[in-house]
């Protein structure tokens, strides 16, 4: 794919019904050089990347379709250094900077996934560094997340079920709340929990909920049964797949990397890369233009 290719598709996938004015909306244009189209209403001249993640990029569009297309065949995740090796990048923070942008894009691709319907399992955990914290949980660093996993098949992509992960301050009842009511559907799913009380209000929301509890056998010590099965597989998954970043994730941007993981893992049973390297696309161009990389990078 040559460049002028490369703007081509990501034009037809930006504006997959035909061209739309960024400005007034309008759905005519002229076709000018330098690949630029320009809105017969207003004149407004944009291109196939700008209002994207990919504006003001000054790297060509095959290097950033090579980073997508490596991106989207990488099951075990994706790290700057091996980037930095494929494009021959010089600076490895610009291979830092491409490789969020294309987490924030694996983001936007979950989320056309829609939400969770069936039986969905509902949980949390610390991530991190382990130490016991209160209440006998397991603290990692006050780093703490929300898991939700459907435990019916997803059949575009021949899955286990879908999960979403989301970084929190706190273990709220109304922050718990919040994450169930945008991640799960409460018309179409049976939404399962242990006995916390923070998930008290879920039934007042509308929601459909089920509460298990431990339960133990005569003359065996401790719980025999584990209440959420689903959420802790992904738990242990989760902190296995972030042991490979060898503590390189800093909390401002674990939420990035729940995302790719959770990207990678509602696929993982696809071999399609195709359909996956075409749903990148769509999230780097409808993604706005973001700043990647704050005071404190790396």
């Known amino acids: 794919m040559n460049e002028q290719a490369c703007l081509e598709f990501l034009a037809r996938t930006r504006w997959e019904y035909g061209f739309r004015c960024p400005r007034c909306s309008y759905r005519w244009s002229w076709r000018l050089k330098l690949g630029l189209w320009e809105c017969q209403k207003c004149g407004l001249q944009t291109s196939g990347t700008s209002g994207t993640l990919l504006q003001r990029s000054r790297r060509p569009l095959t290097d950033w379709f090579r980073a997508m297309w490596w991106a989207a065949s990488q099951k075990n995740g994706c790290n700057a250094k091996s980037l930095q090796r494929l494009l021959g990048l010089r600076s490895y923070h610009v291979a830092w900077e491409w490789l969020h942008k294309i987490r924030q894009a694996m983001a936007l691709a979950d989320q056309e996934l829609g939400s969770l319907k069936g039986l969905v399992e509902v949980g949390m955990a610390f991530i991190g560094d382990e130490k016991t914290a209160v209440g006998g949980r397991k603290a990692l660093r006050n780093a703490k997340v929300f898991i939700a996993v459907g435990t019916i098949p997803v059949a575009h992509f021949n899955s286990g079920g879908c999960v979403r992960l989301q970084q929190v ?125 704050p005071a404190d990078a790396p």
């Open 169 to 293: 301050m706190d273990f709220s009842v109304e922050t718990v709340t919040d994450f169930v009511f945008h991640n799960v559907d409460r018309h179409r799913s049976f939404v399962f929990t242990d006995s916390g009380e923070e998930y008290r209000l879920l039934r007042d929301k509308g929601f459909i909920h089920k509460v298990r509890r431990r339960e133990e056998k005569p003359g065996e010590p401790g719980p025999t049964t584990l209440v959420l099965p689903h959420v802790q597989e992904i738990v242990d998954l989760l902190r296995r797949w972030l042991r490979t970043h060898r503590g390189a994730i800093r909390p401002n941007y674990l939420q990035r990397y729940l995302d790719e993981f959770a990207f990678h893992h509602n696929r993982r049973n696809s071999r399609d890369v195709d359909t996956i390297f075409y749903q990148l696309v769509e999230g780097i161009t409808h993604c706005p233009p973001a700043n990647s990389r």
